[in-house]
C-alpha cells in the first residue's frame, strides 16, 4: 500500500464532511480508494450523518455562557431542521458544551479541537450528534470574547432566536452586582433593538452607503435640487445613525434616558468607569 497523502484526505474531507483524522483512517482501511472509503465511512455509521448533510436547516438556537474565571464569553448559532430537534435535550447540550469550548479554545479550526471534555473532536460530537436525532445540524456562527477585568452580560431571546454578548470592561477588578446587571440589560436591550454598533464610528460603511443610496432615491421622488437633496439625506443619515447605535437608543426599560446615560449613571454610583465597547448578535 502507498503513503495515503494528505491531498487525498483533504479530498475525502471535502466529499464526506467527515473529520480529518476519520478521513485518513478510512483510506489507510481501504488501501486509498476513494470510493471503498467513502462506503467504509458510511458502514462505520456516519452515512445516516453525510446524507442529510443537504437537507435545509430553517430552525436552530442561539447559547452563551462564560467561563469559570469570568474572563472569556461565548456566543454560539448552531442550525438544524426543525423546531422540535431545536428543543431537544441532546441538542441543547450539544450547544452547551460547543460553547464551553470555544470560552477555552476560541473558534480557530473549531470542528478539528479535540473535545476539553474527552476524547474526539468537535467534528465526531457533530457527526454523532446528526446521527443520533436524525437531522441535518450545522454550526452557523460562533465567537469568543475575552476581557481581563469587568463583566459579561448575555442575553437568549424567542426560545433561543436571539442571542446576545456585552463585555463591560473595567480597569480594576469590579464585583458590584450593579455592573453584573448593567450588562445584562444592555444584552436584553440590543436583543430587542436594531443595533449594528454602539458608536457611529464603528457603524460598517457598506451599511451607511447602502442606506445612502436608498435615501438619495426617496428624495428624488419629491423632485427637489441636489443641493437641497444633500442636506436631507445629511440629517436622515444623522437619524438613522441614532437609531442603529446603541448609545444613542432609549433604554428598553426607561426610554427616558439612553443607554449611553445608563452606563454614565451605574459607572458614577459604582464609582468606576465602564467601557461599553462592542457586543456580538446572532439571530435566525
Same mark, same amino acid.
Given at each position: 500500500?502507498?503513503?495515503?497523502?494528505?491531498?487525498?484526505?483533504?479530498?475525502? =474531507?471535502?466529499?464526506? %464532511?467527515?473529520?480529518?483524522?476519520?478521513?485518513?483512517?478510512?483510506?489507510?482501511?481501504?488501501? +486509498? /480508494?476513494?470510493?471503498?472509503?467513502?462506503?467504509?465511512? =458510511?458502514?462505520?455509521?456516519?452515512?445516516?450523518?453525510?446524507?442529510?448533510?443537504?437537507?435545509?436547516?430553517?430552525?436552530?438556537?442561539?447559547?452563551?455562557?462564560? $467561563? $469559570?474565571?469570568?474572563?472569556?464569553?461565548?456566543?454560539?448559532?448552531?442550525?438544524?431542521?426543525?423546531?422540535?430537534?431545536?428543543?431537544?435535550?441532546?441538542?441543547?447540550?450539544?450547544?452547551?458544551?460547543?460553547?464551553?469550548?470555544?470560552?477555552?479554545? +476560541?473558534?480557530?479550526?473549531?470542528?478539528?479541537?479535540?473535545?476539553?471534555? %474527552?476524547?474526539?473532536?468537535?467534528?465526531?460530537?457533530?457527526?454523532?450528534?446528526?446521527?443520533?436525532?436524525?437531522?441535518?445540524?450545522?454550526?452557523?456562527?460562533?465567537?469568543?470574547?475575552?476581557?481581563?477585568?469587568?463583566?459579561? +452580560?448575555?442575553?437568549?431571546?424567542?426560545? +433561543?432566536?436571539?442571542?446576545?454578548?456585552?463585555?463591560?470592561?473595567?480597569?480594576?477588578?469590579?464585583?458590584?452586582?450593579?455592573?453584573?446587571?448593567?450588562?445584562?440589560?444592555?444584552?436584553?436591550?440590543?436583543?430587542?433593538?436594531?443595533?449594528?454598533?454602539?458608536?457611529?464610528?464603528?457603524?460598517?460603511?457598506?451599511?451607511?452607503?447602502?442606506?445612502?443610496?436608498?435615501?438619495?432615491?426617496?428624495? =428624488?421622488?419629491?423632485?427637489?435640487?441636489?443641493?437641497?437633496?444633500?442636506?436631507?439625506?445629511? %440629517? =436622515?443619515?444623522?437619524?438613522?445613525?441614532?437609531?442603529?447605535?446603541?448609545?444613542?437608543?432609549?433604554?428598553?426599560?426607561?426610554?427616558?434616558? $439612553?443607554?449611553?446615560?445608563?452606563?454614565?449613571?451605574?459607572? /458614577?454610583?459604582?464609582?468606576?468607569?465602564? /467601557?461599553?465597547?462592542?457586543?456580538?448578535?446572532?439571530?435566525?
Amino acid at each position: 500500500m502507498g503513503t495515503i497523502t494528505a491531498a487525498a484526505v483533504k479530498d475525502l =474531507r471535502e466529499i464526506t %464532511g467527515v473529520a480529518m483524522m476519520d478521513c485518513k483512517k478510512a483510506l489507510v482501511e481501504t488501501n +486509498g /480508494d476513494m470510493k471503498a472509503a467513502q462506503d467504509y465511512l =458510511r458502514k462505520k455509521g456516519q452515512a445516516k450523518a453525510l446524507k442529510k448533510s443537504s437537507r435545509e436547516t430553517r430552525e436552530g438556537a442561539i447559547f452563551f455562557t462564560t $467561563s $469559570s474565571d469570568g474572563k472569556s464569553a461565548s456566543l454560539l448559532k448552531v442550525a438544524c431542521e426543525t423546531d422540535f430537534v431545536a428543543r431537544n435535550l441532546k441538542f441543547k447540550s450539544f450547544l452547551k458544551e460547543v460553547a464551553k469550548q470555544i470560552c477555552v479554545k +476560541g473558534t480557530k479550526d473549531l470542528l478539528n479541537q479535540t473535545l476539553i471534555t %474527552g476524547e474526539g473532536n468537535i467534528q465526531n460530537y457533530l457527526t454523532n450528534t446528526i446521527a443520533e436525532l436524525g437531522e441535518n445540524i450545522q454550526i452557523l456562527e460562533s465567537r469568543k470574547i475575552e476581557i481581563k477585568y469587568g463583566e459579561f +452580560g448575555g442575553y437568549v431571546h424567542n426560545n +433561543g432566536k436571539i442571542g446576545v454578548v456585552v463585555p463591560l470592561e473595567t480597569e480594576t477588578p469590579c464585583n458590584d452586582s450593579r455592573l453584573k446587571t448593567l450588562a445584562h440589560d444592555i444584552a436584553m436591550h440590543i436583543a430587542a433593538s436594531p443595533a449594528e454598533a454602539v458608536t457611529a464610528d464603528q457603524v460598517p460603511t457598506e451599511i451607511l452607503e447602502k442606506e445612502k443610496e436608498i435615501l438619495k432615491a426617496q428624495a =428624488r421622488e419629491t423632485g427637489k435640487p441636489e443641493n437641497i437633496i444633500e442636506k436631507m439625506i445629511e %440629517g =436622515r443619515i444623522n437619524k438613522y445613525l441614532k437609531e442603529i447605535c446603541v448609545e444613542t437608543q432609549p433604554f428598553v426599560k426607561d426610554t427616558q434616558i $439612553s443607554v449611553s446615560d445608563l452606563v454614565k449613571k451605574t459607572s /458614577d454610583e459604582i464609582g468606576i468607569k465602564i /467601557d461599553f465597547k462592542t457586543f456580538e448578535k446572532f439571530q435566525f
